[in-house]
Nanobody, 114 residues
Framework: EVQIVESGGGLVQAGGSLRLSCVAS????????IGWFRQVPGKERKGVSC????????YYADSVKGRFTISSDNAKNTVYLQMNSLKPEDTAVYYC???????WGQGIQVTVSS
């Protein structure tokens, strides 16, 4: 059974930091790029960042470059998203998923207060 479980969300003040974790199981982790998407009510889900597990190459949306860092611990089938200098506009439900969309987590709320 495929499972993707996110953790680490919550409420933080603007300028603060959070680290999201994503633990995957039930598929071959190294065969995928794993990423984070986010969605606010009424808007489409957007890709934030991803990491290609096999070679470590990363991608960041312009809106988070320089503030967010994605990493992986392949031994633990875990991907992390370190989010620094958070802004109110980062408030969203964050989803961990395979970048091509086969498998998704349930989502986790991140709220940044001004």
């Amino acid at each position: 059974e495929v499972q993707i479980v996110e953790s680490g969300g919550g409420l933080v003040q603007a300028g603060g930091s959070l680290r999201l974790s994503c633990v995957a199981s039930g598929f071959t982790f190294e065969d995928y790029a794993i990423g984070w998407f986010r969605q606010v009510p009424g808007k489409e889900r957007k890709g934030v960042s991803c990491i290609n597990i096999s070679d470590g190459k990363t991608y960041y949306a312009d809106s988070v470059k320089g503030r967010f860092t994605i990493s992986s611990d392949n031994a633990k089938n875990t991907v992390y998203l370190q989010m620094n200098s958070l802004k109110p506009e980062d408030t969203a439900v964050y989803y961990c998923a395979t970048w091509t969309g086969e498998f998704w987590g349930q989502g986790i709320q991140v709220t940044v207060s001004s």
